[in-house]
């Protein structure tokens, strides 16, 4: 079916696998480019099912990829969402400290900014937080100017919409489904696709991407789920943009927030929660092959055994919209159970190591003439396009185009 010889396959129509794929086609237009995609549109997994945060950057090690990708990514995201007319808005956003404790680690959290390139934090108090959040109560917080909010669909898609205009011969195929890769051939519910060159951004897959392309892994991609509510049309008013906890700086979350959203609703979540199922986005969703796959690797059990109070306290929370409110009411006291409604959730691919300590960094891995995607948790929407040249840099070093 699809006989005609692509220079590049990109497998996965995520908003990591399409910045490259444009990346790729701005760099090299004449590259005869073919992204595979096994739903029926871009974007429904991770990318289309997150918080439409633009991050700025405060949390990260400095130094990391997520830092560096952190920084430049949304710089660039924000000047392209500009110049495509794509839904955002850099609002700022408030970190609220509720006690002591957080109030010490706020001040950390400034410096971790600063030394990640941000400028204009500030610590506001109470009549500062008042002004910004006039229902948000704490006793101090951080003022980050630079996070924002966009659509993470409309980027992805705008990516497709150009990579076509600058070379009609390029390809988006979706409901195909990459089934085993070879070296210069992927097959796939659709045939065979051959391909000089693969990369690999299958997001909660990438990890069996990899073993299909027998690349030696040490970890294994787990699922947390996010459970969202959002609030009444009466309540909106409570928040006016983005309201973040202190994190626990114990676990890979940020802890659930406000977020106002590109449409104007306001959602509350996500929580974290262990998923047995990788594309499940229920809170009974169940998948035999997830499950023992997730079962069946050492670094599972580990995580278990050394975080079961944190997951008790998370599965209680998914089943119980009281638990739910009472984390939210910490922040915004005034809330109430009629304030809350159920409302979406995602699933964050998670990569874990046989230590059961989940990875802090994105892992872009070479296999000859494949790249591999392998670890892209957020900031990756925040950071694609920063993503994207790294991925393009790997491409220019080690892959084929003359063969
Ligand atoms: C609940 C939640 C909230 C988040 N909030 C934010 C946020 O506010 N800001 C932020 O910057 N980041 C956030 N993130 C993180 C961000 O969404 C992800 O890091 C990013 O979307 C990863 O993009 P991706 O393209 O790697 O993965 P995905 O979007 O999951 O895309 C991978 C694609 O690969 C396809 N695929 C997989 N296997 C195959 C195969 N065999 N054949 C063909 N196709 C295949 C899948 O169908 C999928 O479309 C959040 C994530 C979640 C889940």
């Not at 009472?326 to 990569?351: C, F, Q, T, W």
Request: overall charge positive; aromatic content about 8%.
């Amino acid at each position: 079916m699809h006989a005609k010889k692509y220079d590049v396959a990109i497998v996965g129509g995520g908003i990591v696998g399409m910045a490259t794929a444009y990346k790729l086609q701005l760099k090299f237009p004449n590259l005869n480019i073919i992204v595979i995609e096994k739903e029926k549109s871009l974007a429904e997994h991770q990318t289309g099912r997150n918080s439409g945060v633009i991050h700025s950057g405060l949390y990260y090690r400095p130094g990391s990829l997520r830092s560096k990708n952190c920084f430049s990514g949304r710089i660039q995201l924000v000047k392209f969402a500009q110049k495509y007319n794509i839904n955002h808005e850099i609002c700022g956003k408030i970190v609220l400290a509720t006690n002591h404790q957080e109030s010490n680690r706020l001040i950390d959290l400034k410096k971790n900014g600063e030394k990640n390139g941000l400028t204009g934090l500030k610590i506001l108090d109470q009549d500062e937080i008042k002004k910004i959040e006039p229902f948000a109560v704490g006793l101090c917080a951080l003022w980050v100017p630079q996070s924002g909010i966009i659509d993470y669909k409309s980027v992805t898609n705008k990516f497709a919409d150009l990579i076509l205009e600058i070379n009609p011969n390029s390809k988006i195929l979706k409901k195909c489904q990459v089934l085993e890769v070879k070296n210069n051939l992927l097959i796939s519910n659709l045939g065979s696709i051959v391909t000089k060159n693969a990369i690999f951004c299958g997001g909660l897959f990438s990890d069996r991407l990899a073993e299909m392309d027998n690349v030696k892994i040490d970890t294994k991609i787990v699922g947390f789920r996010g459970d969202y509510y959002e609030l009444t049309k009466e309540a909106t008013n409570k928040v006016q943009n983005l309201i973040y906890p202190v994190p626990n700086p114990d676990f890979p979350f940020l802890g659930v927030h406000f977020t106002r959203m590109t449409d104007g609703c306001i959602e509350c979540g996500p929580n974290a929660v262990f998923t047995f199922k990788r594309e499940g986005y229920h809170r009974l969703s169940f998948n035999l092959k997830d499950t023992l796959d997730s079962l069946g690797f050492v670094g599972t059990w580990k995580l278990f055994i050394n975080n079961w109070k944190f997951g008790l306290k998370e599965y209680r929370r998914a089943f119980s919209k009281r638990l739910f409110l009472k984390e939210l009411r910490k922040m915004v006291p005034s809330l109430n159970m009629n304030d809350l409604k159920i409302g979406r959730s995602g699933v964050r691919a998670m990569a874990l190591d046989k230590n059961g300590v989940v990875l802090d960094d994105f892992k872009i891995i070479n296999h000859m003439n494949h790249i591999h995607v392998l670890n892209a948790p957020s900031p990756a929407a925040t950071a694609c396009l920063s993503i994207a040249d790294h991925v393009v840099n790997n491409f220019v070093e080690n892959c084929n185009l003359n063969k």
